[in-house]
């Protein structure tokens, strides 16, 4: 079945946007997996180039718009800023390539993906998808470039949108401190702050303080990213309160997740998932049809925040990964 899905609405800028996302990390038998997905009513795909499936994406995109199942200004597509490029002159050569990848001709959302600029890594706009994985190699921090600010990178970013080839811009992964900063000295608020967001790490600060200056949340990993979580890790799936409130519920832990997510933003979160299988993908999407967490299960799901990150910097960049949390 083909539904709607409903959208939260930006405060700062009044623009919607759809509030599940199909996220595409890892996303595996793409042609597949975002036809049964367009079909099932998702329309936001989240993007990145160092997902290095953008040029894959953009084909079985354009192969839904060719069949008719889908016009391009139904579609909200996201992409990011990877950091190699965040010097001015660089972040126009970097939203091109993707616009190149996902064969369209202007994105919903670009945003910067995360707010540590790496040394340029030179690539050819005009040829789609990577040979090799530089433009995400830190090599263990030594290839970061401390001495690009995030004004000089978001002035840039602010051009793109003069220019026609976004709509709106946002960041990912950025803290307090640094939105702070962002806006006090931006012409464009950012529109979104993209974060990890699960029941282990609920960033609770981060949301008040992103909602009351109009920046909307979008939050990734909601089940807590089981595909690259590594060995070890704790697994929100097999949490035993998660699955009390699943088993009573009648639906998935991943549901419960899902709800908890969108319920506690009051309309200002929306939520990527990333899931191949149709079933999963029809099963996310049944939690839009009117399910709500009692006040007593949303006070069980807080007593889970543990802080606990899956996505961890200091794993890539070394002591450098202070630079975004310390």
Same mark, same amino acid.
């Given at each position: 079945?083909?539904?709607? $899905?409903?959208?939260?609405?930006?405060?700062?800028?009044?623009?919607?946007?759809?509030?599940?996302?199909?996220?595409?990390?890892?996303?595996?038998?793409?042609?597949?997996? $975002?036809?049964?997905?367009?079909?099932?009513?998702?329309?936001?795909?989240?993007?990145?180039?160092?997902?290095?499936? *953008?040029?894959?994406?953009?084909?079985?995109?354009?192969?839904?718009?060719?069949?008719?199942?889908?016009?391009?200004? *139904?579609?909200?597509?996201?992409?990011?800023?990877?950091?190699?490029? /965040?010097?001015?002159?660089?972040?126009?050569?970097?939203?091109?390539?993707?616009?190149?990848?996902?064969?369209?001709?202007?994105?919903?959302?670009?945003?910067?993906?995360?707010?540590?600029?790496?040394?340029?890594?030179?690539?050819?706009?005009?040829?789609?998808?990577?040979?090799? *994985?530089? $433009?995400?190699?830190?090599?263990?921090?030594?290839?970061?470039?401390?001495?690009?600010?995030?004004?000089?990178?978001?002035?840039?970013?602010?051009?793109?949108?003069?220019?026609?080839?976004?709509?709106? $811009?946002?960041?990912?992964?950025?803290?307090?401190?640094?939105?702070?900063?962002? @806006?006090?000295?931006?012409?464009?608020?950012?529109?979104?702050?993209?974060?990890?967001?699960?029941?282990?790490?609920?960033?609770?600060?981060?949301?008040?303080?992103?909602?009351?200056?109009?920046?909307?949340?979008?939050?990734?990993?909601?089940?807590?990213?089981?595909?690259?979580?590594?060995?070890?890790?704790?697994?929100? @799936?097999?949490?035993?309160?998660?699955? *009390?409130?699943?088993?009573?519920?009648?639906?998935?832990?991943?549901?419960?997740?899902?709800?908890?997510?969108?319920?506690?933003?009051?309309?200002?979160?929306?939520?990527?998932?990333?899931?191949?299988?149709?079933?999963?993908?029809?099963?996310?999407?049944?939690?839009?049809?009117?399910?709500?967490?009692?006040?007593?299960?949303?006070? /069980?799901?807080?007593?889970?925040?543990?802080?606990?990150?899956?996505?961890?910097?200091?794993?890539?960049?070394?002591?450098?990964?202070?630079?975004?949390?310390?």
């Amino acid at each position: 079945m083909n539904r709607i $899905i409903p959208s939260s609405i930006c405060s700062s800028t009044g623009f919607s946007i759809p509030s599940l996302g199909l996220g595409t990390m890892l996303l595996d038998n793409i042609p597949q997996s $975002i036809h049964s997905a367009i079909s099932l009513g998702y329309r936001r795909f989240d993007c990145a180039p160092v997902y290095f499936n *953008e040029d894959k994406i953009g084909d079985a995109l354009a192969n839904e718009i060719s069949l008719g199942n889908v016009k391009r200004e *139904e579609l909200y597509l996201v992409s990011k800023l990877p950091s190699p490029f /965040h010097r001015r002159e660089h972040v126009e050569l970097a939203i091109r390539k993707s616009l190149n990848d996902l064969r369209v001709d202007y994105l919903d959302l670009y945003l910067i993906h995360w707010p540590t600029a790496f040394k340029f890594v030179p690539i050819d706009p005009t040829k789609r998808g990577y040979e090799n *994985e530089d $433009i995400d190699d830190s090599n263990n921090g030594k290839n970061i470039d401390p001495n690009v600010s995030v004004e000089e990178t978001w002035s840039a970013m602010e051009e793109l949108v003069e220019k026609g080839l976004v709509k709106e $811009i946002g960041v990912s992964n950025f803290p307090v401190s640094l939105l702070h900063e962002l @806006l006090a000295r931006c012409k464009i608020k950012p529109s979104v702050n993209q974060v990890e967001l699960h029941p282990y790490l609920q960033q609770n600060n981060l949301i008040k303080y992103c909602q009351k200056r109009g920046i909307h949340i979008q939050g990734y990993s909601p089940i807590g990213s089981p595909g690259y979580a590594e060995a070890g890790e704790p697994e929100i @799936l097999k949490d035993p309160i998660l699955n *009390e409130i699943a088993t009573s519920r009648g639906i998935s832990v991943a549901q419960v997740c899902l709800l908890w997510g969108l319920q506690r933003g009051n309309g200002n979160i929306s939520l990527n998932i990333k899931s191949s299988s149709t079933e999963r993908q029809k099963e996310n999407l049944e939690i839009l049809d009117g399910v709500m967490l009692t006040e007593n299960e949303l006070e /069980h799901i807080a007593s889970l925040e543990r802080g606990y990150r899956y996505f961890r910097p200091e794993d890539w960049w070394g002591d450098m990964a202070m630079a975004v949390f310390d």
